[in-house]
């Protein structure tokens, strides 16, 4: 994906639900929501607990390795911030721990995309001081 007008899309909007996840992402560490009640990770960062209902939550470090479970090619642009990365990849990860996460697979390779693929998490800087977590294929 070498596109020469590559557009940055808008920073992340955090909420009280997401705060410490975009906070972490900025350090460039990817987080977990954990639940202390069943003890289950869950993704995206919720105020309960998806599997149990509980709202007994802590976070927890992912090591930011997995497998990609489905992907598409954007070919067209949602917004006008996007316009510059068209074609690019959006996929479901399987991350080791157990959650599913969407992002994009970001990289010179990323259009080879393909289910299965070994990916792991890097970071994608955005205005101000944020990141956004995407994912590379990982190298044979």
Known sequence: MSNPTVSKPPA???NADS????EGAA???LLLRHCTACGKLHYPPRHLCPHCWSDKLDWTPSAGKGMVYSFTVMHRAPTPDFVGNVPYVVALVDLEEGPRMMANIVGDDALATEVGDRVSVCYEARPG???V???QRAKP
Do not use: C, G
């Open 27 to 29: 350090r460039e560490e």
């Open 19 to 22: 705060r410490a996840f975009w």
């Open 129 to 131: 001081a944020s990141k």
């Open 133 to 135: 977590p995407q994912f």
């Open 12 to 14: 992340p909007l955090p």
